[in-house]
T-cell receptor
Framework: KQEVTQIPAALSVPEGENLVLNCSFT??????LQWFRQDPGKGLTSLLL?????REQTSGRLNASLDKSSGRSTLYIAASQPGDSATYLC?????????FGKGTTLSVSS | DAGVIQSPRHEVTEMGQEVTLRCKPI?????LFWYRQTMMRGLELLIY????????DSGMPEDRFSAKMPNASFSTLKIQPSEPRDSAVYFC????????????FGQGTRLTVV
């Protein structure tokens, strides 16, 4: 059974710092991996999608990497800002439906 | 497209009452998913449909839960009778087939059963 783990559960950093969020999964047979952002009381916003054949994807200050063989993905956020404060969720797609980790709650202080 | 649309956004009901949550997926998407989010368990898949047909309902917690998709633009999740432990945020998501396709989520329905 596929399990997704995100460490740390919470992270606090000062504004301007570069940071890395981690995601690990137990079964490397995935179709793709998606990173989401969730603001309190809101829905999920898709940030990046990495296909199983890709190693990384970039969007603005965000860079996501995927290493299927080791069952790991990272989300790198450059020059963090207070507006980046949210919960970041990683989800893998082993077939059709997404299986989520419990997320990392990020707080960026000004 | 307006994205995935869910209604209502908030629902407060008394234990034992029937609750119906609604979802309109993105036009052209042939997969629809229902998820439940709680603090303890995170996001859990309840059921998903492909071309309006239920494919996997193994995540539906009990027979009190049922879901339908009568056409490509509408789905419902019904709880009857509702219980306090059903209190959670329920999300609907849709996607299309393919490795390069993202899943898009609605804003969710926050259900409180008192």
């Amino acid at each position: 059974k596929q399990e997704v783990t995100q460490i740390p559960a919470a992270l606090s950093v000062p504004e301007g710092e570069n940071l890395v969020l981690n995601c690990s999964f137990t079964d490397s047979a995935i179709y793709n991996l998606q990173w989401f952002r969730q603001d309190p009381g809101k829905g999920l916003t898709s940030l990046l999608l990495i296909q199983s054949s890709q190693r990384e994807q970039t969007s603005g200050r965000l860079n996501a990497s995927l290493d299927k063989s080791s069952g790991r993905s990272t989300l790198y956020i450059a020059a963090s800002q207070p507006g980046d404060s949210a919960t970041y969720l990683c989800a893998v797609v082993p077939g059709t439906a997404l299986i989520f980790g419990k997320g990392t709650t990020l707080s960026v202080s000004s | 497209d307006a994205g995935v649309i869910q209604s209502p956004r908030h629902e407060v009901t008394e234990m034992g009452q029937e609750v119906t949550l609604r979802c309109k997926p993105i036009s052209g998407h042939d997969y629809l998913f229902w998820y439940r989010q709680t603090m303890m368990r995170g996001l859990e898949l309840l059921i998903y449909f492909n071309n309006n047909v239920p494919i996997d309902d193994s995540g539906m917690p009990e027979d009190r839960f049922s879901a339908k998709m009568p056409n490509a633009s509408f789905s419902t999740l019904k709880i009857q009778p509702s219980e306090p432990r059903d209190s959670a945020v329920y999300f609907c998501a849709s996607s299309s087939r393919g490795e390069n396709t993202e899943a898009f989520f609605g804003q969710g329905t926050r259900l409180t059963v008192v």
